[in-house]
């Protein structure tokens, strides 16, 4: 009975098969995606950690895919830039063809879906969680694409921590029909919970707008945090010794 | 069995720096290389050309930084010939990347790209470990580098004359040797910019002095003993 064994966090392969594994290096954390009134918001922090170091505090982790799509991922950043690189070429390909058509979101998610999952089945995986989300012909669409392929639609999406930390959150709050506003104020919610609760998230984000109009990313921008509890200020008043 | 620790980051001995400023680049890099706890070279160049515009800052491993580093520089070549004129500092980096991320199972570097171009003027591309390319006002390498993301959040600034940012660089390897075992030996720096490029070497007897490090001196017999004026008897 042969089972896959996930040894310390590596995907390692049956004994007797040619081993093939990764680790990953500069990591991206969590990114949240929802609908909207108007299309879709996805919200991602600009940090590349490299192991417990905050190595890098400008990584856009949300890209523009052609005009419909928007990719938002967490994971190792080197494998992020290489599916740029292969949506790219997809993208370029889909304009040469010049016939009136033009891939729309469901379609590069299915791409996307392909591809971690035939990288999965070699044992080598594109060590990446993804957030597809896009709007064409009025229609929304919101995904998700996990680094073994585990792949699924829904109303709102997280990766990473945002699992954890943001997905009860949005289950709670998230209703048909949110405005700009509230969803923008929905997503600031999350990242802020995100801000205090995972060591890996970093005080500068870019929430991406998309809608039938088109994408718009915005500029990095930090959020403010409250920490002004009497709890916090005496936190062992009556109890010398305890945290 | 090996365990991997995934919140260790794998870090490499040496210190490299990369830094931008109103003009060109500073490229800067200690000089020791460590085979475990011994020196095999006290005084290695780890700043390696490129082109005549664009050089490498390697750290990791010395056999594989240099075989990327010949492959780089045999491409750029052709590259150049074909091109008819310098390459500019991205496609060199886009080198390097490709490289470092088709081979990311085999290789150990940590790479800084930087040069000068008439399109883009000064640049400074990372190629951490994995093989992502991050393209940075300043960038800072190896294992020393780990001394050094406090001072450069403190010190850095956008903008700095050519001086300033050579001796930012100086000053920031300096500090990385004082406090990392696998850095030490001499400062090297490379200067790039419109009017060429530039190299300077500091020997530690240059370099200001830190914490709890003492000015050199040839003797002890100078300050102390039949010199001065005699070993004091102890007393009991």
């Known amino acids: 009975m042969d089972l896959i064994q996930i040894r310390g966090g590596n995907l390692v392969g049956h004994e007797s098969d040619s081993q093939r594994t990764q680790y990953p290096y500069v990591t991206g954390t969590s990114v949240i995606g929802i609908k909207y009134k108007d299309g879709i918001l996805i919200a991602a922090d600009m940090g590349g950690s490299y192991g417990s170091t905050i ?57 996307l879906t392909r591809m971690m999952y035939n990288r999965r089945n070699k044992f080598n995986p594109l060590w990446n969680s993804l957030v597809l989300g896009g709007v064409k012909n009025g229609q929304k669409y919101l995904g998700t694409v996990s680094m073994i392929g585990v792949h699924y639609e829904d109303n709102h999406v997280a990766t990473g921590f945002g699992n954890h930390l943001a997905k009860p959150i949005l289950r709670d709050e998230w ?53 002004e509890f009497n709890s916090f200020k005496n936190p062992t008043a009556g109890a010398e010794g305890s945290w | 069995m090996e365990k991997f620790d995934l919140d260790a980051p794998h870090s490499t001995g040496t210190t490299i720096i990369g830094v931008t400023y109103n003009g060109g680049v500073v490229l800067g890099a200690d000089s020791r290389t460590s085979n475990g706890v011994y020196v095999a070279n006290r005084a290695s160049d780890k700043i390696t050309k490129l082109t005549d515009n664009v050089y490498l800052c ?39 990347r490709l490289l470092a991320y088709n081979n990311k199972d085999m290789l150990q570097a940590g790479l800084i790209v930087g040069g000068w171009d008439k399109y883009n003027g000064g640049k400074i591309y990372g190629v951490p470990l994995g093989g992502t390319i991050i393209e940075q006002p300043f960038a800072i390498g190896g294992s020393g580098s780990s001394y050094l993301y406090g001072f450069f959040d403190q010190a850095w600034k956008e903008g700095m004359t050519k001086d300033e940012a050579e001796q930012l660089v100086v000053k920031a390897v300096s500090l990385a040797i004082a406090r990392d075992g696998a850095s030490g030996g001499v400062v090297r720096t490379v200067i790039i910019n419109e009017e060429g490029v530039t190299r300077n070497f500091y020997p530690g007897d240059r370099l200001p002095l830190w ?26």
């Open chain 2, 211 to 236: 914490h709890e490090e003492l000015e050199p001196q040839n003797s002890l017999l100078d300050t102390w003993g039949a010199a001065a004026t005699g070993p004091e008897p102890m007393s009991m």
């Open chain 1, 175 to 227: 209703h048909e029909d949110l405005s700009f506003e509230d969803g923008v104020r929905l997503l600031e919610k999350c990242m802020r919970v995100l801000l205090y609760r995972d060591r890996s998230a970093v005080n500068k984000l870019q929430i991406a707008k998309l809608t039938e109009e088109g994408v718009t990313v915005s500029p990095p921008y930090a959020l403010k945090t409250h920490w």
């Open chain 1, 55 to 111: 190595r890098y505090k400008s990584v856009e982790r949300i890209k523009p895919i052609g005009k419909h799509s928007l990719l938002g991922a967490s994971g190792e950043i080197s494998d992020f830039q290489e599916i740029l690189r292969n949506l790219d070429e997809l993208i370029l390909y889909d304009n040469m063809w010049d016939d009136g058509n033009t891939l729309g979101p469901k379609e590069v998610h299915n791409y």
């Open chain 2, 58 to 96: 390697r750290s990791g491993s010395a056999a594989d930084t240099q075989i990327v580093s010949d492959y780089v520089r045999y491409f750029l070549h052709q590259h150049t010939i074909q091109l008819g004129q310098p390459a500019t500092v991205k496609v060199a980096a886009s080198l390097v």
